[in-house]
DNA sequence: TATTGGCACTCTACATCGGTGAGTGCCAGC
DNA sequence: GCTGGCACTCACCGATGTAGAGTGCCAATA
């Protein structure tokens, strides 16, 4: 059992190594924390704490690093609850009001994340299931080929190209349009899937193929709507960190491009909704991350919920990065709510 | 002057660093090509070569490495124009055509290219400048806002959301829509926005400050669609030639996110539109991608030509890659034509 | 005149070696 | 339970030496 100057012990070595990364070694932890005690009392509680696997000596003879279980503890019990600066609130109020729509809106959250704490920032769009259809809108876009828009009453928009194979008349088009809406309109994406069930079949056989192709249309817009999509930015940031990462960047690099890792990663993050939870090292299975910690909190749109956080290298400032989501998420809600 | 010779060594030695990474002497030289002359003579060649900055020696008594002067002779003059294989040819047209839509398949293009060249792909979104107004739609999102969609006869779609600050019920909103689609359907975004100016002088008074909103962020959409964008895949390319950017990716990743100093330099390719070109290392201004080469071609679509073409290290398989975005542009532009 | 073989020279890469310093574990004494 | 002392370990650094690749130059040659 670790006693709670051992805590206190492995609060300063996460400190100072995240600040020098430098394995920390007990005289430095004496001059630059009050314990009150010698180099050699602290030695005796770092030796509890490298049994109980929180710290790791990189060989014998040097100073001590956390492992990710040390880290874990920290997150849980040691980090100090901090919050942003006024200067910091007010940059993030004043960079997200000004965004243009949706879109703009969380992809100037990824960045103004990714400034704010020095990593890679990831926001996740929200799942449209709950949304509702405010309208689909069909469009001639040439001779044979129709755009079909789906609105939704949050404001996000997707589209479609549908191949028709022959010319759609004007009139035809609104006929389309209409009977769509009818069916669709008002109703939540899951539900709207069902109910285009069977559409064509209120249609004369010469315009079924068409009218089928629309709800297939449909069909995948609301199926790819469950996939969630990601913004991301400061990918630059982990050029800074590359050590961290025992200098392979490319898995990182990789999991950002890729999205699926990362957005199943976020996924398992949100079980605590009011809480920022962090994700380190190992504890997510991913072998190529497995140097990466992932932090990060949900936000709340339109009954949806998604996340909001950053991704970077274990040893991170964990407090202020905290401290930092928090605000964000937050403020993203609050704004997304107004 | 340099003689037939000399520009043979000089094709030699590009190729063989290309592959080896490693500066090329004059023995492997012999070695490895048929020149059917002694490594003296080929140190003769060398020296010549190096009086006019077409390589370097990065120490005394080491082999050469090419100059960007060096891969500018060589792109222009001695590279051999390869054709991509019918493998790669057929996973192109397979990848390319299942593409849903516009985004997609600009998306797909940026991964393609990414793959076939191992190095980072971008892609510049056409402008709509020449696209013509298929729609404006308005749609009700809360109460108080307005989501304004311009729908481009190519099948781009761009939308700005609105702040009223009251109320519009449908039947003012249906108004709207009547009125600036008649204003602005048909005709080129650039005539539209003229064609918008005095929109809401055509309502009552207190119609008025929403129906300039409406106007506004129309005119914002025109202005946004003449900032082009940019898909970009591949960054991850960049950690196998970190060496070759001297370890410092980061101004590349920068360039990378920021976007506008890449369209820059794209903008910049666009003079030749049937060829391939490219601008090696020094010779675009960037300090910060000293180290790297931009290789592009253009696309059509719509009347409308926009960039292909990837972003490397100058130290790359020009003749490879310059098949690669080659039959890639080529394809696109076809794609876009049917 | 162009080419070549030979030779001295240069510089990098790599391994070896000893000294220094930071840090540890352990133990006896307070 | 804390502490000072001590022996020990190991990374880091600079100096040193060697091997190898490559060059420039020159005199001889076809």
Redesign the interface.
């Known amino acids: 059992m670790v006693s709670q100057r051992g805590l206190d012990v492995l609060r300063a070595i996460v400190q100072d190594y995240v600040e020098s990364r430098e394995p920390v070694g007990s005289k430095s932890i004496v001059d630059r924390h009050n314990f009150g005690v010698s180099p050699a009392t602290i030695r005796n509680e770092m030796a509890l704490l490298e049994e109980e696997n929180l710290i790791v000596a990189p060989h014998t003879s040097s100073g001590r690093v956390p492992t990710d279980k040390g880290y874990r503890i920290f997150v849980d019990h040691l980090a100090d609850t901090r919050t942003i600066s006024g200067a910091q609130r007010q940059a993030i109020e004043k960079f997200l009001d000004e965004s ?4 703009d809106l969380l992809q100037r959250t990824s960045r103004l994340l990714a400034q704010l704490t020095r990593q890679v920032a990831v926001v996740e769009y929200p799942s449209l299931g709950g949304a509702k259809v ?2 689909i ?1 069909l ?3 040439s001779n044979d ?1 129709l ?1 079909c ?1 789906l ?1 939704a ?3 996000r ?1 997707d ?3 549908i191949e028709c194979g022959r010319d759609v008349s004007e009139g035809e088009l609104s006929e389309y349009i209409l009977r769509a809406n009818g069916f669709a309109a008002g109703r939540s994406l899951s539900e709207a899937q069902g109910a285009l069930a069977g559409f064509e079949n209120h249609f004369p056989p010469g315009a079924q193929p068409v009218a089928s192709a629309i709800s297939a249309a449909i069909a ?1 817009l609301v199926a790819a709507n469950r996939t969630h999509k990601l913004a991301v ?4 940031n ?3 960190t590359e050590e961290d990462f025992s200098g ?3 898995p990182v ?2 999991a ?2 890729e999205q699926v890792v990362l957005l199943k990663l976020m996924c398992e993050l949100a079980e605590d909704a009011n809480q920022v939870a962090v994700s380190i090292g190992s504890e997510h299975g991913e072998s190529g991350l497995r140097g990466a910690s992932l932090m990060a909190g949900s936000y709340s749109s339109g009954g949806e919920n998604a996340m909001v956080g950053i991704l970077g290298p274990t040893r991170m400032d964990y407090s202020a990065n905290m401290a930092a989501v928090q605000a964000v998420s937050r403020y993203l809600s609050k704004l997304l709510h107004s």
Chains 1, 2 share one sequence.
């Open positions: 243009h729509d949706y879109d405010q309208r809108e469009v001639n876009i080929r755009l828009i609105i009453d949050n404001g928009i589209q479609r190209m995948d930015s400061g990918a630059a982990l050029v800074r392979n960047l490319y690099l990789d950002i491009e």
